[in-house]
Structure formats: C-alpha cells, structure tokens
C-alpha cells in the first residue's frame, strides 16, 4: 500500500517536470523563433519527455498487443486496462510530438516569411490540439507566407 501511493506519488512528479519540460520550447518558438538556441531548447524537452517515455513503458504492467492498435475497439480496450505509466507514456507522445509541430510551423515560417503575429495562435493551437494548430499553420502559410519576387 505504501508503495502504490509512493509510485503514484512519483508519477505525479514525472507528470509536473514532464508538462513543465516542454514550456520553454514553447515560449522559444512563440517569443524568438530566430534565436540561435531555440531549437535546442526544443529538444530539451523532447528529450526530457522521451526519457520519461521509454520509463513509463518500461514500468507498464499492461498487456500490450500491436494487433490492438489496429481498431478503434482494441484501442478503447487497451485505455481501458491500462495502467498509469501507460496512460501518462500516451501524454508524454503528445507532448514531445505537439512540440516538434511546433518546431516544424515555427522554422517553416521564418524560411517562407510568415509573420510571427500570424503564427503564434498556430503554436497555441498546436500546444493545445494538436492537429487543429497544424492545419491552421497550413492555411496561415498559404494566406501569409513572403511571395517570391
């Protein structure tokens, strides 16, 4: 029993540092996109978020078939048997992967010229659903990107 609370106690931890992790990436590429250090910082979260990944799988006790993630159904069943580590290995992807969007739209738009007012809500959108930032980053580079001279 004292274990259980003290592993959860430490998941919760790895949680924080992990959400906390990726932040400065963000303020990077929101802030100072050009900055000779932001892609760094970038993969410092990432970093940080990979090693916690492959903890947390490692820690699993789940019972995990890939022939599950071939279906809707197999996926629902595998969250719903699944165990901590393998709930917060699932955050952290997001995490870390949001972040390397991010880094994508950010590069992206200082290569094309699109201005960073139109691309900061993209990140925040990014940072907050995924997909939706990616999508709107597209049509912002279409509608705004420096067109060749």
Known sequence: QAFLRFHLACMEHTFSLCNAAVMPGWACLV???????????VFGGVC???????AMFASTTSEMSFSSLGSLQGIR???????APLHM???LHYLA????????????????????????PCLGLTLMAGPVGALSYGI???LFAAKPK
């Open 31 to 41: 802030a100072a996109p050009r900055w000779k250090h932001t892609r760094k910082v």
């Open 89 to 91: 290995a699932a955050w």
């Open 48 to 54: 940080v978020n990979a090693v916690c990944y492959i």
């Open 97 to 120: 992967f949001d972040l390397l969007v991010g880094l994508l739209e950010a590069e992206d738009a200082v290569k094309n010229g699109v201005p960073q007012a139109v691309v900061a």
């Open 77 to 83: 069943e595998l969250f719903q048997r699944a165990d």
């Open 140 to 142: 912002a580079r279409q």
